[in-house]
């Protein structure tokens, strides 16, 4: 019987605390913010390359339009990994899957502007297809 008096005490006390919070103008939570509507960026045509995979432990180097260029790593047969990105003035990168059969990066330039790129290797390990697609707000 005392277990169950003591812990109805810190009961009390926690729901004290809250009132209190509450009335003190105190919020547990943040306020919502106010809806954001999301910027849709118009895509150009899309540059498509095919070139033969850079064969285990080698690298190449691919432009990534005006952003910059990425250096690709082939690490075994079924495997790409984003070795190194070189980034064009005023530009900023994000990887977004690093490594895998296929690999992608978004870049971010002057307000509203991207460049996505990704690297993909075909089923047998012996051709790579670069896709780079430049995107902006539309005017």
Excluded at 39 to 56: E, F, R, W
Excluded at 78 to 89: A, E, F, W, Y
Excluded at 103 to 117: C, D, I, K, N, Y
Aim: hydrophobic share 40%.
């Amino acid at each position: 019987m005392f277990r169950w008096h003591a812990r109805l005490g810190w009961f009390a006390l926690f729901v004290a605390i809250e009132l209190l919070g509450i009335r003190a103008g105190v919020t547990a939570y943040a306020a919502p913010s106010a809806p954001t509507t999301p910027t849709i960026l118009a895509c150009g045509a899309k540059q498509v390359s095919h070139v033969p995979a850079p064969g285990p432990k080698r690298t190449e180097t691919f432009a990534a339009g005006v952003a910059g260029e990425v250096k690709l790593l082939q690490t075994d047969d079924n495997t790409l990994t984003v070795k190194s990105v070189t980034l064009s003035s005023g530009w900023t990168d994000t990887v977004t899957v690093g490594s895998g059969s296929s690999v992608r990066l978004t870049f971010s330039g002057a307000p509203q502007e991207q460049v996505r790129f990704v690297g993909r290797l075909n089923p047998t390990a012996t051709r790579l297809t670069v896709t780079v697609v430049r995107c902006s707000e539309p005017a």
